[in-house]
């Protein structure tokens, strides 16, 4: 399968060179970018195997280290390739015919990061599926894919029943948390399953594969504005490229300890182990009760690495849990996902003095994060442009522009767009929105350009500023959020004329959950407008109220005035 | 002024506090008690969490402490009422 990508000029634009890069930034850059491994074209001829590449050359210098720790288990490096290995062949012992993903059902479970181990040493992308998301929405999603191999974790196990009655096409199941599956053999005879004791040995698999740089590493699903979600497929050299930018650039050794916030189906995981286990480093997957409150998860593991959305830091303050000094042992503390007030980093570098804190952002397009900025508590405060911390620069090799689309030339203010290494080639069969969002540009040839349909500043000294989105996609706790999606479920739940969902309340620059409001229907029952939401929506979607209004505000252009309802939420 | 409070007061306090403010969409979850955990079933998101936290706050006269407190204490009704009457 493919993007469908068809590419459109628009019009002709001032192109702006990755110029942007401080000088000492890229002459420390550059030298590490040389003496680390060889370049990608050079890897892939020389047997490259793709995401996994690093996992196992770690798993090879150092077996007995600790790769893994979930709740009360341990894993070393031996014995987490041991359990991906199993996995592994199991899907290849079971393969009738070739296909290019597989799916994993599972969170925060050794089964979860053996599962995108064992898929990926099988030489196929994985597709992270969210046992806390709706079960239609995993449905949706694990159709769209197109996977033939769904992994499943002991905490998915009880969805299994609603998930797979509707599937058209046979899957196999691996079960390696479940001894017995006769049950679920004689409830869907049309599925094939495998339980722990029919999974093949992992013993003597050697992960012998060979990768093409172009195949695709990982399939994510974001927010799609129809109501469908939206597969963002990330490339083996798109992520090879991060993965390689940042362990350099955050000297990542052995001695790292990794915290592991993200969901897999947030694309900040991929950081999380990734970059953790490129160089040996351990990997503290953060229980989901840890997740909103980490503060003593972090002391008590000695994380050195640390890695969330803005949101923790808030928490944490208004609980009164980040202290100056409580943190020590971290040495990076990073964040993404959504803007990072200044406050905020002040208050995190106080907390953990020995910590670089680096504010990190990119769409999911781009792979995981394409900019940066690291808070100097001495000069920073001034670079801040609305108590937000800037987005900063892109990472050495990656370009950026910033574009007034309108008005067709290159400005000050406008539309980010970037290309490079790192930018993928479009959505996942998908060429009409590939068609919108993946462009060229005349002056850049063949160039390849993501448009983020981010609104950005650029400073005199090339520094980026986000200022909000051009459309109405938001940040909900990090999470990305097509509105419109919102009101496709709301529309057909309440019969409304009219719905708009609007992010609500805001703070620091970040949504914290999202308001409705409906009008034309006389009776609306709030409780089952939003239980129907939550069926089809994931927890940070639903809406948190619905409010009833005779008509809609409108501005001047006739359309629905959101900053008036906005002014209403204010006022209320 | 506050006064002291028992823990199965605080435990009532908390209940009704959490039925009128759950997230939306839970209104089939059966009935909250002082067992139920508030994050892992989905009552509570973050948020909602602070915000009982200031509640309990304000009601008690206690300040909460959850600096050396493990979560799975916290995230229960009766675990979290119990921490606040520790500093009362």
Known sequence: MSSGRETQSIKPLEVTLPTSLRSEQLVRIDSQWASSRPALATATRMRYKGLIQGFLDSAERFASREALVVDDKRLSYRELRGRAAAIARTILDRELESFPLAAILASRSVTAYAGVLGILGTGKGYVPLNPKFPVDRTRKMLVLSGSRVLVVGREALGQLHRLLPEIGRTLTVILPDLDDAADLCAAFPQHRFVSSRQMSEG??????????????????????????????????????????????????????????????????????????????????????????????FIRDHGLTMWFSVPSVV????????????????????????????????????????????????????????????????????????????????????????????????????????????????????????????????????????????????????????????????????????????????LRKTSQAEQVVAVPWPVVDGSADGVVAFVSGVSNVDDLHILDRCREALPDYMVPRKIYRLEEMPLNDNRKIDRKRLVKLLEGA | MTVAMSEAQLVDLVISWVQSNHRPGNSRNGKISADTDLIAGGLLDSFGFIDLIVFIESQSGCKIDLTDVDPSEFCVVKGLCRITLRNQ
């Open chain 1, 203 to 296: 013993a003597g698999f050697a992960f012998d594969i060979e990768v093409d740089s172009a195949a695709v590493a990982y399939l994510l699903f974001t927010s799609g504005s129809t109501g469908e979600p939206k597969g963002v497929p990330i490339h083996h050299s798109n992520v090879w490229s991060y993965i390689e930018y940042i362990s350099n650039r955050y000297e990542v050794n052995e001695r790292d300890r990794f915290s592991q916030e993200f969901d897999m189906t947030f694309d900040l995981s991929v950081h999380d182990m990734f970059i953790c286990w490129e160089r040996g480093a351990c990997l503290f997957s953060v229980p989901e009760k840890s997740v909103m409150l980490p503060a003593k």
């Open chain 1, 314 to 489: 808030a928490l944490l303050s208004n609980m009164r849990l980040l202290q100056p000094r409580c943190f020590p042992s971290l040495r990076f503390s990073v964040f993404c996902g959504e803007p990072l007030a200044a406050a905020h980093a002040q208050h995190w570098q106080e907390a953990a003095p020995n910590s670089i804190v680096e504010n990190l952002y990119g769409p999911t397009e781009t792979t995981i994060a394409i900019s940066h900025y690291r808070w100097d508590p001495s000069k920073s405060p001034q670079e801040c442009l609305n108590g937000i911390v800037p987005i900063g620069w892109p990472f050495a090799g990656q370009q950026c522009r910033v574009a007034d689309h309108e008005r067709g030339e290159v400005s000050e203010t406008g539309e980010l767009c970037l290309a490079g290494s790192q930018v993928t080639d479009g959505y996942w069969n998908d060429p009409e929105k590939t068609r919108r969002q993946f462009v060229h540009f005349p002056e850049t040839g063949e160039t390849l350009w993501y448009r983020t349909g981010d609104l950005v500043k650029r400073g005199e000294n090339g520094c980026l500023y986000y200022l909000g989105r051009i459309d109405h996609q938001v940040k909900i706790r990090g999470y990305r959020v097509e509105l419109q999606e919102i009101e496709v479920v």
